[in-house]
């Protein structure tokens, strides 16, 4: 990996970023037209060709909107939540690779803002701190119900949390390290089976714990069948109700940011981030495989909102606790115990 | 001056500011949010000292499990609940701000005068790296040397959990009829649990009536509008 | 003038004192039990800077216990005071003589 | 031959089958009719009256015992009256003097399938014994009715108005005597050009 | 703490005197110092499928007692149709539940028949079943789209609009009118079939089979779906009967009483079809239920279409005199014009007498009880209609459920406020 001069690094942080938020922008078109499709109606088309321009159209409506602070509410607290759940859910792009060591204009640049070699865990760290954007958000609002639905969507988050860590162990141990970069370098092997090769990916490997890491990733993000915070708003009003204009487009944008974050972790974990056909010749043929990937995983998340009905949030924690860590543990026994036969140490 | 000075300066000039801060602030959940800016920080000294894993341990153990608690057991009870904000008497703080300056100058003493203890143990810098990183170090030693301590953690967390859940258990009024999911069964729960209200039924009808049929759910068809006119004929 | 353990210890003991501080005067228990918790972070902080000055790594599992232990330790003391004040009695510390419910 | 026939028909006036087939409930002799014939059996001088009328039953009865023989007809075995389609009032002051409200219900028995109307007059004030031990349907019926025209239902358990607020201080709507418009005179918006009392455009009566 | 006493419990002949207790007496305070959260699900309430409040007192997240309060869409249709002629009241019957509006002016307009003993022809009765049982398609399309959006699935609403629109372009063809029909006359139609309406009817029986397989594919076998209903909002046949519920809500709980078999009116009787009962009575059972009349009424559509098809028998009962004479007779022949003048101005003056006619309504049996003094105006004219007394059920229903289930239980009930409100 070797160290590389700061000016570097700080570019290619640069160019990252600038990708991700406008994949953010354009992840709400992409979602509006695609649920739009599944709806059978056409989505967004008045704002630019095809509704390219809805995502710039719904930041000027939304910068345009009064920003209202409830008299009830705790001043700083409320200016300040929604940031804590954005920039944490940036933060966490710092550690995902888009690509190993490669040669441009001659100097070597990774591409990866840096490698810490507790990468899986320093993104889980992010997402545990992103939850007292919910926390203080609910609580800042001033009204008891939106600080109840705030604690629901909390404990929600830090369930699924906790399965999210318990389905990556398995990675662990099967590559003993846990920075994204050695373990998606590790999904670049092949695998021989007689004629043809396939790269070892994860998700062959660890299918258990990939369905886990997907059902605890959309539980992560509150999307799909387990919006509650959303569904909360019409009952107890969810933490998001005294929210307008920005703070809300915050929040809003959080979350789908945290949607591509949890996206591009799987890809790298289970679907061997940037390995693909042609991906060791050109690095720009990685990205683009990786880009590939974090587009099926959005569809995938769109397809759940489209068509799965919500669940019941005591459903939902019984689901977390009783059937899926379960699993996650018995995920772990089994994947170390292969790992016990092939060191050869059990046979 | 090297640029670690200032960026260990700076980390824990943060960390005392927002530590002052928990036990200044008069709100609870101000004095929750400065302990989450100090604990942060804290991190920032681990990785500094080259114990990532512990960094991000403390962020995710500390911050995001145990503070959160704290957090919404401060939410949960009703602020009219949560006694005036008092710091001592003038007196007893005065006094305290002392104490506390002379522990700290005895404490600074020490430091100073120690001798500085020389490498005896095996994981220097580079050895560490060898290994393939902190976490793999920590995880070779803990599970050699101190499996034992490891095994009385887990049942320490177990003990705690249980009890927790045992203390904290509101006691029911009305007997909720929920339905726990299980993914396993691929037409939703099989078994259910008698899920009619609990309290006594209107027309006391017996309560096995109550609980739903298993499996497979169908519809009875009839054209005759003279059958199934009583209760209880298409539940057969 | 470089970076020694002198000054990772001084700055733990500046916590711990501040910790020690709030425990004693405040009276809301949840400001308590957050003094308790910076203290054990500032332990800690001394815990990982003599493991980074010998070189061992000792100190750094310890402290990983002792996060596993203050963990337990807190979640059984939050589900007390959720207890108690399910009964109407707040988390005060003077108030709090008996646990009888 | 003829005489013996007529004779033996008029005297033994026993139904030939076993009294409950259905065609008895639509006979016009109301005498045949199996609930005519059991309220006059048990209860004979609350049994006020029976009317026939497009292929309907109305029966009149005494309104203190209108639960008892609503129980009475529900618990029957036979009978087994034990649907309530309807509850609900008129106020016959411009049809009659005598007592103002008739206090109808629809009845049914979902196994003989046969549809019934239990009515029973009461006066403004007078207070009629309410369904809601028979049926739990009746609770929001009478609340309506209590609501609409004012008729206390005893033994209810919450009677207060449904449909209205429950401030509403202008009496009880659906009462002959109330004006369709209301009590309350809308102000007029354009007052220059009233001179006197317009009539309201859309009843085009003034009423 | 001894479980608390069902407010709604009905006693046997026996007990005289009446126990049960509605209201949590000490609001704030209950017997275990436990505070009670009252939480209001206002009247502008994305699921109250209208204006509607539901007051919930509830223990965390269990609710103790529900009470919903309604009235917000009074607006006195019953009063004000005592100062309107028996045809004036057509059209406020089509404000009582907009979502089915030719089932409620089917509803007056056979009580106004049987009032005046009035029969119409064979051609008008297979049509106005015809109309009866697309609009039941219709309301129970929307009531499929809401209840499945209140729960989360979000596209099924999308789905199911897209087949009404097909219905509500027949409506449109057979009376101009998309919502608000008002197609059915006292003694039948008074105009001519328009042509391109039966080939629009077929396409939608044609359509209709594989877009029904579309939304149970969708939700029947969906684990999550069944979670969210089954076990839920469960109520006993007995209790059923005892709340006067009809319609999907008694034979969800398993118990037969379907007008068009009980009692058949216009050509029911004739016509072939099944009634499906519920086995359990819960959320999942009433869904069955509905799903399975929609089958139901696209086999009476179809029977009916292929039977009236080619048939050009007349449409009005003219030989009566309530009836208004033929159109193009009024504008021809002084008599019919001087007839028609009088019929519209003073209205026929019915019979003496009180009847009560009660239809199969998609939400329940909607029955109209007509007190006529002899007059052209009715006495008295009661509207019972079937959302008012199912919703009656409600607070029974939510005792001991789960606060996200409101939704569900709001749902399942399938009211539309404008009937509940009258």
Known sequence: ?347 | MSWELVFFAVFSAAMLLCGLGVVAFENPVHSAVALVGSFINVAALFVMLGAEFLGVLQIIVYTGAVLVLVLFTIMLIDPTKLPEFYVGAPLQRFASVVVGAILLAEIGVAIITRTALEQIGPHTEAMVQQMGGNVQAIGQVMLSEYALAFEIASLVLTVGVVGAVVIGLPNRMVEPNTVTMSLGHTRGSSDMLAAGPKFESPMNIPAERYTAPVGERTVVMTKDPDAYTHPGETSK | ?101 | ?207 | ?422
């Open chain 3, 1 to 101: 003038m470089d970076l020694t353990t002198n000054h990772f210890l001084f700055v733990s003991a500046a916590l711990f004192v501040i910790g020690m501080m709030g425990v004693l005067t405040r009276r809301n228990i949840l400001i308590i039990f957050m003094c308790v918790e910076m203290m054990v972070a500032a332990v800690g902080i001394t815990l990982v800077a003599f493991s980074h000055e010998t070189a061992t790594i000792n100190g750094q599992v310890f402290f990983l216990f002792a996060l596993a232990v203050a963990a337990a330790e807190s979640a059984v003391g939050l589900a007390i005071v959720v207890a108690l004040s399910r009964q109407g009695r707040a988390p005060d510390v003077e108030e709090m003589q008996t646990l009888k419910n």
């Open chain 4, 1 to 207: 031959m003829t005489d013996g026939e007529n004779q033996t028909t008029q005297q033994t006036l026993v139904p030939t089958g076993t009294g409950w087939e259905r065609e008895l409930y639509f006979d016009d002799d109301l005498s045949k009719h199996p609930v005519v014939r059991e309220l006059r059996a048990v209860f004979p001088d609350d049994f006020l009256d029976a009317v026939r009328f497009r292929n309907e039953t109305t029966i009149y009865v005494n309104p203190a015992k209108f639960r008892e023989i609503a129980f009475y007809m529900r618990d029957h075995e036979k009978l087994q009256v034990n649907f309530l389609s309807d509850l609900t009032a008129v106020d016959m002051l411009n049809l009659r003097t005598a007592p103002r409200f008739d206090v109808t219900a629809q009845i049914y028995s979902i196994p003989n399938r046969i549809r019934l109307r239990m009515k029973a007059s009461i006066d403004d004030g007078m207070s009629i014994p309410s369904l809601v031990p028979v049926f739990n349907g009746a609770n929001w019926m009478e609340r309506e009715c209590f609501d609409m025209f004012g008729i206390f239902f005893e033994g209810h358990p919450n009677l207060r108005r449904i449909l209205l607020q429950d401030d509403w201080d202008e009496g009880h709507p659906l009462r002959k005597d109330y004006p369709t418009r209301g009590w309350k005179d809308y102000p007029v918006y354009n007052k220059e050009r009233t001179i006197r009392r317009t009539k309201t455009r859309w009843t085009g009566r003034g009423v």
């Open chain 1, 1 to 347: 990996m070797g160290d590389q001069p700061i000016w570097i690094t700080f570019i290619v942080t640069f160019a990252i970023m600038t990708v991700l938020l406008l994949s953010m922008a354009y992840t709400t078109w992409y979602e509006r037209k695609v649920l739009a499709r599944f709806q059978d109606r056409l989505g967004p088309t008045r704002t630019g060709k095809a509704g390219l321009m809805q995502p710039l159209a719904d930041a000027v409506k939304l910068m345009g909107k009064e920003d209202l602070v409830p008299d009830a509410a705790d001043r700083n607290v409320f200016l300040f939540a929604p940031l804590i759940t954005f920039t944490t859910a940036l933060l966490s792009a710092a550690v995902i690779p888009w690509g190993g060591t490669v040669q441009i204009f001659g100097t070597d640049v990774n591409l990866y803002p840096t490698d810490i070699n507790v990468g899986a865990l320093f993104i889980l760290a992010t997402g545990s701190i992103g939850v007292y954007g919910i926390i203080l958000g609910g609580w800042s609002s001033g009204n008891r119900y939106s600080l109840l639905g705030a604690i629901r969507s909390a404990a929600q988050v830090i369930s699924y949390e906790l399965i999210l860590g318990f389905s990556l162990v398995g990675i662990f141990i099967i590559t003993g390290t846990m920075s994204l970069t050695d373990i998606m370098f590790k999904q670049h092997e092949m695998l021989s089976f007689g004629p043809f090769e396939i790269s070892n990916w994860f998700v062959l490997t660890q299918p258990l714990g990939f369905v886990l890491f997907v059902i605890a990733a959309v539980a992560e993000t509150n999307r799909a069948p387990f919006d509650l915070p959303e569904a909360e708003s019409e009952l107890v009003a969810g933490f998001m109700t005294e929210y307008s204009a920005m703070r809300f487009a915050l929040y809003f944008l959080g979350e789908y940011i945290s949607m591509i974050i949890m996206s591009l972790f799987a890809a790298t974990l289970f679907l061997g981030g940037t390995s693909g056909p042609g991906a060791d010749k050109f690095w720009g043929l990685g990205i683009m495989w990786l880009v590939l990937k974090v587009m099926a995983f959005l569809f995938f998340y769109i397809w759940l909102r489209a068509t799965l009905p919500r669940f019941r949030f005591d459903q939902l924690m019984g689901l977390a606790w009783k059937v899926l860590l379960p699993l996650a543990i018995l995920n772990i026994v089994v994947t170390a115990f292969f790992r016990l036969i092939g060191n050869g140490q059990v046979f």
């Open chain 5, 1 to 422: 703490m001894e479980p608390v006493k069902t407010p709604f419990n009905v006693m046997d002949s026996t007990q005289t005197e009446y126990s049960g207790t509605l209201m949590v007496e000490d609001e704030h305070e209950l017997a275990s110092g436990e505070r009670v959260m009252t939480l209001n699900m206002g009247p502008q309430h994305p699921s109250t499928h209208g204006v509607m409040r539901v007051l919930l007192k509830l223990d965390g997240e269990t609710v103790i007692e529900c009470d919903p309060m309604i009235g917000y869409l009074h607006r006195g249709t019953e009063k004000l149709s005592e100062t309107k002629r028996y045809a004036q009241i057509v059209p406020w019957t089509d404000r009582l539940d907009y979502t089915a509006a030719p089932q409620n002016n089917l509803g007056y307009v056979l009580a106004v028949e049987k009032l005046l003993g009035l029969n119409a022809p064979e051609r008008a009765q297979y049509w106005r079943v015809i109309m009866v049982e697309l609009s039941r398609i219709a309301s129970h399309l929307v009531w499929l789209g809401t209840h499945a959006l209140d729960i989360g699935a979000l596209s099924m609403s999308l789905y199911t609009f897209r087949e009404r629109e097909m219905i509500m372009d027949i409506f449109e063809t057979f009376c101009g009118a998309r919502l608000t029909t008002n197609m059915m006359e006292i003694g039948g139609f008074s105009r001519q079939l328009p042509d391109g309406l039966i080939p629009q009817i077929r396409n939608f029986l044609r359509v209709f089979p594989s877009k029904l397989k579309e939304y149970t594919d969708l939700l029947s076998a969906n684990p999550i779906w069944l979670a969210r209903t089954k076990g839920v909002g469960v109520i006993t046949p007995e209790a059923a009967i005892s709340y006067s519920l009809t319609g999907a809500c008694l034979r969800g709980s398993g118990i037969n009483y379907d007008v068009r078999k009980a009692d058949p009116y216009l050509v029911y009787d004739q016509l072939d079809f099944e009634v499906p009962l519920g086995q359990f009575g819960d959320v999942f059972d009433r869904y069955l239920v509905r799903v399975e009349e929609l089958r139901q009424a696209h086999k009476i559509v179809t029977q009916a279409l292929n039977y009236i098809e080619n048939d050009d028998r007349p449409m009005m009962a003219y030989e009566s005199a309530y009836v208004m004479p033929p159109h193009m007779g009024t504008m021809t022949t002084a008599e019919d014009m001087q007839r028609h003048f009088v019929w519209v101005i003073k209205g026929f003056s019915a019979p003496v007498g009180e009847v009560y006619h009660a239809i199969e309504h998609g939400k329940g049996e909607f029955g109209i009880h007509i007190v006529s003094d002899g007059g052209s105006m009715p006495y008295r004219l009661r509207l019972r209609t079937p959302d008012y007394v199912n919703l009656g059920v409600l607070p029974h229903m939510a005792q001991g459920a789960m606060l996200a289930d409101m939704v569900a239980l709001i749902g399942t009930i399938d009211i539309v406020l404008g009937s509940v409100d009258r």
